[in-house]
């Protein structure tokens, strides 16, 4: 952990089942004199997440100021594009046709 302070890491990204490295940085991390210099940590998997630990870690690194390949993330699905009332109290309901999931063939 002395090694990533000297380094200045600001955001670590922890992936494993479970989450070790928060309170390792927590209990390990330097304090610096002005309060700041402890690092976001970040875990994408754990023993009950699916694939919304993985999105929750991207939105925390979004929000942490990494650069985030959108197109990557979203690459073969397919998206659409939603009008939505340009008026918030026109008092009507949007949802989203969901389309049926392509179907498996078994053999």
Same mark, same amino acid.
């Given at each position: 952990?002395?090694? &990533?302070?000297? /380094? ?10 479970? *989450? =070790?490295? @928060?309170?390792?940085? %927590? ?14 940590? &970040?875990?994408? /998997? ?10 929750? *870690? =991207?939105? @925390?690194?979004?929000? %942490? ?43």
């Amino acid at each position: 952990m002395e090694t &990533l302070a000297e /380094l200045d890491v600001q955001v670590v990204v922890e992936i494993g089942p479970d *989450a =070790v490295l @928060g309170p390792m940085v %927590a209990s390990a991390w330097p304090e610096s004199a002005d309060g700041a210099g402890m690092p976001v940590v &970040l875990s994408s /998997l754990g023993a009950s997440q699916d694939d919304d630990g993985f999105t929750e *870690a =991207v939105a @925390g690194a979004y929000e %942490a100021g990494l650069a985030i390949s959108f197109a990557g993330l979203f690459a073969g699905e397919t998206r659409s594009r939603v009008s939505l009332p340009s008026y918030p109290f026109q008092r009507r309901r949007h949802w989203i046709e969901a389309r049926p999931a392509p179907s498996v063939v078994e053999r």
